[in-house]
Nanobody, 122 residues
């Protein structure tokens, strides 16, 4: 079993930056692909970014490409999401997930964190 805990959420003004972290425990996470998803009130969970186990493969949603950067430190069992040039439409609860496949589909991730709130004001 793999436990995921997100941190780093908060409130910022438009144009600001935040760095989210997701730390895994319970077993070694470096064989898992890790993903970030988000869910705004009244909307479905949305893919943000994913990174393969070795960090070689990375894929972003078009809505965040060029503004967000996903990375991982396998020695610390941690994946990061650096979010720059934040917009009000980025406001959501952000979730970290782990799965055996490199994918953008939430149903194919096996483990999920509890989420961290990101609020961007205009």
């Amino acid at each position: 079993q793999l436990q995921l805990v997100e941190s780093g959420g908060g409130s910022v003004q438009a144009g600001g930056s935040l760095r989210l972290s997701c730390t895994a425990s319970g077993r070694t996470s470096n064989t898992y692909a890790m993903g970030w998803f988000r869910q705004a009130p009244g909307k479905e969970r949305e893919f943000v970014a994913t990174i393969g186990g070795a960090g070689k493969y990375i894929y972003y949603a078009n809505s965040v490409k060029g503004r967000f950067t996903i990375s991982r430190d396998n020695a610390k069992n941690t994946v990061f999401l650096q979010m720059n040039s934040l917009k009000p439409e980025d406001t959501a609860v952000y979730y970290c997930a782990a799965g055996v496949r490199f994918t953008a589909k939430p149903d194919e991730f096996d483990y999920w964190g509890q989420g961290t709130q990101v609020t961007v004001s205009s």
